[in-house]
Every structure is written in structure tokens, then in C-alpha cells.
């Protein structure tokens, strides 16, 4: 089974424009079909580093001399990257969420095709698993939990079901799970409704909002000026983090001004609209439906 397809490679790409020289980062190297046709238009002096939390992507890693691959999460970028004696790099790739391998890894437990244990960890040695999500949890926790990442209307009386259940249903398996939520799928959409449920353990489970969020803080300081931001997300909250933070350098709200009434902001947009998968690839490729592409660059200091 392919590891997993890249999604928008040629935007990706264009968007890095790449230097042959250049040293870039690739922030979620998965099956490394990104960092593959980066390493292409790279020369011998250029540098790519790969970062994954998922220790299933070394079996990826390239026997190239310019590649190095980090098993970290992003969330720690500036530091891994000092550790590897970078100050500040020239591009950063970011492809956003869980790759295809993960999604078809049963025992990881993202997926509602295969009855697994209640994980959803990409990093398997570190954190809770959505197990002790589901446990730990308060009422309220969880009802922001399914407002904010699954966007689901009934997020207040799912999570009160939940917290009335779970000590007699022990839901530690993907489809014990399923079978608490059943009573709230609506005929025609069971599976709409059990995936974001399941997106929103996974993105409370891996702290992707707070990972993505700190990537973005720290390429302020690790990209050169002129250097590139290349991020796809695949979901509303993602993207709006990414866009707020490239048109203002927060996440909310304007940008700040100094004494002078002046604004100093770190990015300059390279794309005013998003890019989007064509219907080619959408078709080809049913993961990428949901990819929306920005691309930045690092203004002058
Ligand atoms: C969508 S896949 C990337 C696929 C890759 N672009 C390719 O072409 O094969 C996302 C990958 O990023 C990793 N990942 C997600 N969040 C991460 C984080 N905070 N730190 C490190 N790796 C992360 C996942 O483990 C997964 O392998």
C-alpha cells in the first residue's frame, strides 16, 4: 500500500521557490513524497531536513547526505533546529494533519473502518491517548472539544451523553466508541457525523491546533527574510490560524502598531486566495478534497 500521495506538489514546490543552495524544512515529512521532489531541485550544497513525531516515517528516510530526518514534533522547530546547528532556514513545508499510512494503520485507531483500541496518538510514546480523553475530561472540555474541531451543532448534549456513559460503557475501542455515538447519527450521514467525532479526538489527542499555532510563531524567527511559508491545512480552524497569522502576525484581531502608528508585519501573502486541488486531482486522489494551500513570505526585519 503507498505510504502516502502528496497532495498539491507543484504548488508546493513553485510556492518554496527554492534556492539550489538553500536550507529548508520540511515539517511533516510522513512518507516524504514532498521532501522527494525538494531534494530534486536542490544542489550538493543544499540542506533538507524532515521532521515526523510518527516513528513509522524513518522507514522513509532517503540515503542522501543533504537530508536529515528529525523525529520530533514542529512544535519544537526552533529548537531542533539549533540542535542541528541551523539559525534560520531559507523555506518551510508544512502538510497539515494525519497521513494516508496512519489512516490505514488499524492499530493506531484513527479510522472508523477498523475496531482498535482507542489511541489516535501519531507519536505513540508520548501523551494520552483519546482513551483517557474520553476518561479525564470534563462535560465542558469535551463540548468545545466538538464545537471547535469536529464543528458539530450537538456538541453540548453528545458530550453530556459521553460523560453520562462512559463509566459503565468503557469505551476503549474505536467501535465501542461508535456505538455510543450511534443514537446521534442521523440516517444518510452516520459516517459524516462518526468522522468528526473521531477529527475532533484527534486533532484534542495530537495538540494540533497548539502545535500548528507554535510552528507559526517560531517560523517568524527560523525564516530568513525572503524565505517561504508553504502550510496546507485541511480543516476551517487550521486555515483560519494560517491565514490571521500571515495577513497580521496574530491570530486574531489587527495587526499591532508601534508608537508611530506604524505596522511591522513578518509575512508578505504570496497568495491572496487559497489554492485548491483541481477536480483531476480531487478525484485521484479523495484526500485532498479538503487541502487548502497559503503561501507566504518572511518581509525584511
Ligand atoms: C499529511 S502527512 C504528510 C505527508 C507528506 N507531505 C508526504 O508527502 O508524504 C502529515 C505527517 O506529519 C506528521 N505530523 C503531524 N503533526 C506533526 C507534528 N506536530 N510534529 C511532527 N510531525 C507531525 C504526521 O505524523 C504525518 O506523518
Redesign the pocket.
Known amino acids: 500500500m503507498t505510504?502516502?500521495t502528496?497532495v498539491l506538489l507543484h504548488d508546493c514546490i513553485q510556492g518554496l521557490e527554492l534556492k539550489p543552495n538553500g536550507v529548508y524544512v520540511d515539517?511533516?515529512?510522513?512518507?516524504?513524497?514532498?521532501s522527494r521532489e525538494i531534494l530534486k531541485h536542490l544542489g550538493a550544497q543544499g540542506k533538507l531536513l524532515g521532521?515526523?513525531?510518527?516513528p513509522d516515517?524513518q522507514a522513509n528516510a532517503f540515503g542522501d547526505e543533504r537530508f536529515t530526518l528529525v523525529r520530533?514534533?514542529?512544535?519544537f522547530l526552533k529548537n531542533f533546529l539549533r540542535m542541528y546547528g541551523h539559525q534560520q532556514v531559507d523555506g518551510i513545508l508544512g502538510?497539515?494533519?494525519?497521513?494516508s499510512h496512519?489512516f490505514d494503520t488499524a492499530e493506531k485507531g484513527f479510522s472508523l473502518r477498523f475496531d482498535a483500541p482507542l489511541d489516535m496518538r501519531?507519536n505513540p510514546s508520548g501523551g494520552k491517548t483519546a482513551y483517557a480523553l474520553l476518561m479525564e475530561s470534563s462535560e465542558a472540555q469535551l463540548k468545545e472539544m466538538f464545537r471547535n474541531y469536529g464543528e458539530l451543532p450537538e456538541a453540548g448534549r453528545l458530550a453530556r451523553h459521553l460523560v453520562n456513559a462512559r463509566a459503565d460503557r468503557k469505551p476503549d475501542t474505536t467501535f465501542k466508541l461508535m456505538e455510543l455515538i450511534r443514537p446521534f447519527m442521523k440516517r444518510g450521514q452516520e459516517h459524516q457525523f462518526a468522522a468528526r467525532v473521531f477529527q475532533s479526538f484527534r486533532i484534542a489527542v495530537?495538540e494540533?491546533i497548539e502545535?500548528l499555532k507554535a510552528l507559526l510563531e517560531q517560523s517568524v524567527d527560523v525564516l530568513r527574510p525572503g524565505g517561504r511559508l508553504v502550510i496546507i491545512s485541511y480543516h476551517s480552524l487550521e486555515d483560519r490560524l494560517v491565514k490571521n497569522f500571515i495577513r497580521s502576525g496574530k491570530f486574531e484581531g489587527e495587526p499591532e502598531k508601534d508608537l508611530f502608528g506604524r505596522t511591522h508585519l513578518p509575512f508578505r501573502a504570496i497568495t491572496r486566495k487559497p489554492i485548491r486541488p483541481t477536480e483531476a486531482e480531487q478525484l485521484e486522489n479523495n484526500r485532498s478534497r479538503s487541502a487548502v494551500l497559503r503561501i507566504a513570505e518572511r518581509t525584511e526585519k
Open positions: 505510504y502516502h502528496p515539517v511533516t515529512f510522513g512518507g516524504g513524497g514532498h521532521f515526523d513525531q510518527d516515517a520530533g514534533n514542529f512544535r502538510d497539515l494533519g494525519v497521513s496512519q501519531m495530537n494540533e502545535a
